[in-house]
């Protein structure tokens, strides 16, 4: 599986932002995909996923509302709405792909066996 990541820029707060995440080698339909995003001097942190087939969708607390993630099954792409930007959101995005979904670590980035190149966010205040 290889994925793609984009759609990172310079915005200010209170915009908006779509990342993209192409995948090759496996259809999103039957992968769990994921966003994280790491910030200079912090972890790696989950900020959303989709799960493969039915597609439930989770997200960390500080996103809800304000960040949407989705998928386009005929075109193989995830995307990552944000909307409503916070400087606190600034970071290198990636996107990831879980083969095994098991619901109790979709939240885990050890679970997720392939990685994208990562897409930098930079929110100004």
């Known amino acids: 599986v290889q994925l793609q990541a984009s759609g990172g820029g310079l915005v200010q707060a209170g915009d908006s932002l779509r990342l993209s995440c192409a995948a090759s080698g496996r259809t999103v339909r039957t992968t769990t995909v994921a966003w994280f995003r790491q910030a200079p001097g912090k972890e790696r942190e989950f900020v959303a996923c989709i799960r493969r087939n039915g597609g439930a969708t989770y997200y960390r607390d500080s996103v809800k509302g304000r960040f949407t993630i989705s998928r386009d099954n005929a075109n193989n792409m995830v995307y990552l709405q944000m909307n409503s930007l916070k400087p606190e959101d600034t970071a290198v995005y990636y996107c990831?792909?879980?083969?095994?979904?098991?619901?109790?670590?979709?939240?885990?980035?050890?679970?997720?066996?392939?990685w994208g190149q990562g897409t930098q966010v930079t929110v100004s205040s």
């Open positions: 990831a792909a879980d083969l095994n979904d098991i619901l109790s670590t979709v939240r885990d980035q050890r679970a997720y066996e392939y």
